[in-house]
């Protein structure tokens, strides 16, 4: 499987990111910072809180990514918790009472193992980076994702990734944050992104967004 992922998000991962993959009838998993809502930050201009239910109305997932985007490890686990449940007040007054977020994926740094066993109860799965993908046994609570941004654009890298799933099996999380013309450190340009949909969309590999590929899966909760 392929999926992907835009974190925190940009309002442009949504109109151009979003927009790339609608193309070809595809989703992705938007895994959202609540309380960075209409915030700049250095990954770009965030989401508006209208710009919620255009996502899912347009048939994209929501993720959990803490409301206020607390770094992983350095957050104590019982106050990163406690930012996880906020997320998920802000997603009920948004939405209403039945929306709930699927998956989970780490702000910055790596999980702490208090966090990661706490997170079992409430997600199917939660996403890191990794730069690589998911083959054999893998970690529910801490997935493998590659980001698109520490690739230098190198669609070759891209190639070789999804080749390698195309032959052996496994799951390749794509990650990034903004995608614009003039992209931040954190995001990359609508050409490279709509390349890489390309590669993904020729491998015949299902493409699909994380919580739905869990929940094919059998996996977790
Ligand atoms: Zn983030």
Not at 189 to 195: I, K, L, M, Q, V
Request: with cysteine.
């Amino acid at each position: 499987m392929i999926s992907f992922t835009f974190d925190d998000f940009p309002h442009s991962a949504l109109v151009r990111g979003g927009a790339a993959l609608a193309e070809h009838g595809l989703a992705a998993t938007y895994y959202t910072a609540f309380g960075l809502a209409g915030h700049t930050i250095e990954t770009g201009r965030m989401f508006d809180p209208a710009d919620i239910a255009r996502l899912v109305r347009s048939g994209h997932e929501l993720g959990c990514h803490t409301y206020d985007h607390c770094p992983a490890w350095e957050t104590p686990a019982t106050e990163y918790l406690a930012s996880v449940r906020r997320n998920a007040a802000a997603l009920s007054a948004e939405l209403g009472d039945g929306a709930t977020f699927a998956s989970h994926s780490y702000p910055i740094s790596y999980p702490r193992p208090a966090a990661k066993r706490r997170l079992a109860r409430i997600f199917r799965g939660c996403r890191f980076g990794g730069q690589t993908s998911n083959i054999g046994t893998v970690d529910l609570n801490c997935i493998a994702s590659f980001f698109l941004e520490q690739c230098g654009e190198d669609l070759g890298a891209i190639e070789r990734l999804v080749g390698e799933i195309t032959e052996h099996g496994g799951w390749l999380i794509f990650s990034t944050h903004d995608v614009d013309v003039r992209p931040t450190r954190y995001g990359c340009t609508p050409a490279f992104f709509e390349s890489v949909v390309g590669c993904a969309v020729r491998s015949g590999v299902p493409i699909l967004p994380v919580g739905r590929a869990l929940a094919d899966l059998g996996a977790g909760r």
